[in-house]
């Protein structure tokens, strides 16, 4: 019963391809996050969502985007891949406002070829 | 959100208490003070936040000095399963639930 799930755990894919990964959370959060972690380990928010706003980090190209088809879903659809997008990529949730803390799954390792 | 300094590295006899140190100078007074870790190839696990009171739960103490500058996290007796890059990150409550993670501390608890 893991609370937040991503799939797959690992991708594999070649530039120009378009390819989604896939995040579920049982918890019952009302927001959810996507990160992305980079070969130097840092890690960095790509958007925040919940039923009301849509926030998008500025950097973030416009070749990713989420769709949350429910409240407990929120996929990363990526067109037009390219090298650069190689990393690990996190999905998060978190309740509220008042508790704000955040919940992550375990990350899905893209490597574009 | 307020910029946090974190040692590069530390490390930590297993049994004895790990304490780690997080600056956050230019803290402002709505924003807390939260803790993550993670462990390798893992997710960020969250430990614990505070606003300027300290804080304990079942996993860490979060102490915060008085001017709010400054905290440490203690895990009180360390395993080697607490392995792991520690983050310190400074956010208001209400900017969109957004957590920055800067480069954090990789504490290594040796046998």
């Known amino acids: 019963d893991t609370a937040v799930s991503q799939t797959p755990k690992y991708l594999v894919t070649q530039m120009g391809n378009d390819k989604s990964i896939k995040c579920e959370q049982n918890?019952?959060?009302?927001?959810m996050y996507w990160y992305k972690q980079d070969s130097k380990k840092f890690l960095k928010i790509m958007f925040s969502?919940?039923?009301?706003?849509?926030?998008i980090n500025e950097t973030v190209p416009n070749r990713f985007s989420p769709k949350s088809p429910d409240k407990a879903h929120l996929n990363l659809h990526i067109n037009s891949l390219e090298l650069g997008d190689s990393a690990v990529y996190f999905c998060?949730?978190?309740?509220?406002?008042?508790?704000?803390?955040?919940?992550f799954g375990q990350g899905t390792r893209l490597t574009v070829v | 959100d307020a910029k946090t300094t974190q040692p590069t590295s530390m490390d930590c006899a297993e049994g004895r208490a790990a304490n780690l140190p997080c600056n956050h100078s230019?803290?402002?007074?709505?924003?807390?003070v939260y803790w993550y870790r993670q462990i390798h190839s893992q997710g960020p696990q969250y430990i614990i936040h505070g606003l300027k009171n300290n804080e304990t739960n079942e996993m860490a103490s979060l102490i915060i000095t008085e001017d709010r500058k400054s905290s440490t996290l203690i895990l009180p007796h360390a395993t080697l399963r607490d392995t792991a890059v520690y983050y310190c990150i400074v956010r208001a409550w209400n900017t969109g639930n957004q957590f920055y993670f800067g480069t954090g501390t990789s504490l290594t608890v040796i046998p």
């Open positions: 969502y919940n039923n009301k706003e849509l926030i």
């Open positions: 230019t803290i402002s007074g709505n924003e807390y």
């Open positions: 998060a949730s978190s309740p509220d406002r008042a508790k704000p803390e955040a919940f």
């Open positions: 918890l019952g959060h009302d927001t």
